[in-house]
C-alpha cells in the first residue's frame, strides 16, 4: 500500500504537484505558423510561387516570434512552470497566478512538512501512537523525501502534537491550492496508511481524514472515492 502512496525522490511531484504541461508554447508556435502562412498567402502575387526558399524561412520565423509572444502573453510566471516534477505558481486545476516569492525548495520544504505532520496527527488522534503507525510514517517520509528519518524523533514530535491536530489542518489549507487532485489524493492514501497500520480505524481518525480532505479543499466524495480506490 505504501508504493501507491509515493514513488522515491521526484515520484510525488510528478504524480502530485500542479503539473501543467509548457502547451502554450506548442499552441503559439502553431497559431504563428498559421498567421504567418496566411500573411504569405495574402503576398504571393508578390513572392511568387518561384520563391518558396525565401518564404518559408521568413514563415518559420515569424512563427518562432509569435510562438515566444504568446507563450510571454499567456504565461506572465512561465519561469515558475513545471519541470521533471517542480512546482509552479498556480491556483489547483484552475491556472489562477499567485503571488509568491517563495523558492520551490522552500514550497517542496512545506509539502514535506505538511505531510509529515498529517501523518503524525493521524498517528496520534487516538491518543496512542503505535509502534506500527510510526513505522509506516518513517517509510512513506522516506520514500518521498529519499532521506533517512529517526522513528525516535517521529515520536517525540507525534506526542508533542497531540491534541494540536488543527495547526496542521491550517497548513494544509494552506497548501492545498498549490496542489492538484492527485496530490491532494496522496495526502488521504498517506494518512488513510497510517490510520490502517494498527489493524483497524476508529471514529477519531475517520473524523480527521475529512478533516484533513476538507482542508485539502476535496468534498466528501472526493475523499470517498480515493478510500475505496484504496480498499479495492
Known sequence: AVDA??????????????SEVKWNWGCGMWIGLIVVAGLASLVDVFWGAATLYVKWPWMLGGSVVLGVLTYMAT??????HEVHGHSQRALGSRGVVLEDSRSDDELQTELYDCLRA??????GIDGVIDPEELAAVARIYEQVTDKPVQV???EREG??????????????????PYLQFQGKAMFIRAVLVIASADGHIDDSEWKLLAAIGAALEMD?????SVVEEMAG
Do not use: I
Open 5 to 18: 502512496v509515493a514513488c522515491p525522490k521526484c515520484g510525488w511531484f510528478q504524480a502530485g504537484m500542479v
Open 118 to 123: 498529517a501523518m503524525l496527527s493521524m498517528a
Open 75 to 80: 504565461n506572465p510566471n512561465n519561469g515558475y
Open 152 to 154: 525516535a524523533d517521529l
Open 159 to 176: 506526542r508533542a502534537a497531540m491534541g494540536r491536530h488543527q495547526a496542521t489542518l491550517e497548513s494544509l489549507a494552506k497548501l492545498a
Open 220 to 224: 466528501a466524495g472526493q475523499v470517498k
